[in-house]
Structure formats: C-alpha cells, structure tokens
C-alpha cells in the first residue's frame, strides 16, 4: 500500500536533493545562454557544458562531485517514479508513457552524472559527438532515416507535453501548496509555467533538429540543449527568442527549486 513518504525517508531526501541540483545545473545553462542573446559574444551551452564550468571554478572538483551525486540522485527518483508508481500511474496506456518518459529521463540524467564524473576523472567530455555517432548509426541502418526522424518527432512531442503539463490540474497538484501563502502560490505557479513552457520550446528546437538530421541524412545536424540554443540564436530574431528562453530557463531553475522544497512525494 502506497503511503506519502515520511521527512525521514531516504527516498524524499534524495529526490529532493536531485531537484536542487538540477535546478543549479539548468541555471548555469540559462547565464551561459544570455551574452549569446545580447550579442556580446560566446557560444550557448547544454548540460555538459555547465559541468564543464562548474570543474573550472575554485574546489571545482569538489563542487562537481556534489553535483554528480545529485545528479544520480533525480536519476534514482526517476526511476523509482517509473517503476514503483509512487504517483498512481497505473497500467493503462495513457499512464504507462509518463512511466516511460520517467525511465528515459532517469537514464539521461544518469549519463549526465556519468559524464561529470568522467570530467573529475580528467576524461573530458563529449556530448555533441556521441549524440552524432548514435544517428550515424541509426542512419545507416536499414530505415534509418525513419528511425531518426521517429525518435525526432518523439523528443519534439516531449517539448510540446511540457507546455501542455505547465497549464493542467496535475501540475498544481505536484506541489504542496497548503504550505505556501498565497502570494507564493501565485508567483510558484507563474514562474513555474513560464519556465517549464521555456524548457518545452528548447526541447521541441531539440526534436526539429532531429528531424531535419533525419531529412537530410546528416548526423551532423544532431544537436544537445547547447545547440538548439545557439541554432535559435543564429535565426531571423533568434537573439530576442534566445533571450526569452533564458529569462525562462532560469524561472525553470527556480521552479526545480521550488519543487526540491514543495515537491508532493509520494510512494
């Protein structure tokens, strides 16, 4: 029998903590993204990117050590959303895909963490090129350019659920909002649809570029958050919608924030 989790409980603590995390990490994304949309220079950065700059820093190894463990740690809690059904997904069909999509993100964050600790360990990272060796392969695999374009027109349906999630009952009810004033539950709902809308706009950038990659049969076209930024950045009034997507992943850092003290977690 499901029951909400206690403060004690390891399972809350950690997910909280992941959620903190992710928040630091999508915040580094969002200022890294802001010269790129002010024209003063620079390149737009993903995540990996954002490792990167946080080994660069004093204790920096440290500091990403922290990260790399909260990383594993909303990588865990988004296994656990899929597999243990703490939210009462259930088995029908229109409750096993967010189940799926959880699993799916629990393994990119995994192998986001992965590659924080391969950055401590002085391995580098190569994010862009494995993304493009995993759509040569596929496009050379017979259908391989349907097969891209599937898993393109998948990520780019992802995007649009995001902005559909910002503005359903469900969204308000992932957070706690006995807690919070009323005051903070209006500025909590409006920062979080803003940001998680931002974040939906970068992801279906993510899926296009997929597609198009499957189109013209061009891994190269292949591109992490870092380059759907810098793709928006180089179009007819990309800077201006570069800027609007940064203003609004740094409300999404904030809504993790929010979520890591807030969050209804239940198992």
């Keep these: 029998m499901q029951k909400l989790i206690t403060d004690n409980s390891w399972i809350e603590r950690i997910a909280r903590f992941g959620y903190a995390v992710k928040g630091v990490v999508y915040f580094i994304v969002a200022l890294l993204a802001m010269p790129v949309a002010l024209g003063i220079g620079g390149e737009a950065a993903g995540t990996s990117d954002a490792l990167q700059i946080i080994v660069a820093q004093p204790l920096g190894k440290f500091l990403l050590t922290i990260v790399a463990v909260g990383l594993t740690s909303y990588a865990v809690w988004r296994f656990v959303q899929a597999f243990v059904d703490p939210e009462h997904r259930g088995s029908q069909a229109n409750r096993v895909i967010p189940r799926l999509g959880y699993a799916i993100s629990g ?60 503005f359903t009952k469900r969204f308000r009810q992932r957070l706690q909002l006995t807690q919070m004033s009323t005051a903070g539950v209006k500025w909590a709902m409006g920062i979080g649809r803003f940001g998680v809308t931002a974040r939906g706009v970068a992801f279906g950038v993510i899926g296009l570029l997929l597609i198009q990659a499957a189109v013209q049969s061009d891994p190269d076209e292949v591109q992490g958050l ?29 809504h993790l924030l929010i979520l890591s003290r807030y969050r209804r977690i239940r198992i």
């Design 107 to 166: 393994a990119s964050y995994a192998g986001l963490a992965v590659t924080a600790m391969q950055i401590i360990a002085g391995a580098g990272s190569h994010s862009s090129s494995w993304r493009q060796d995993w759509t040569a392969r596929l496009l050379a695999q017979p259908f391989g350019q349907w097969l891209v374009g599937i898993v393109g027109a998948i990520v780019l349906g992802i995007g649009v659920s995001f902005t559909y999630l910002a």
């Design 226 to 254: 870092g380059g759907a930024l810098q793709t928006l950045a180089e179009e007819p009034f990309g800077r201006l919608l570069l800027g609007i997507i940064a203003i609004g992943l740094v409300a999404y850092a904030i």
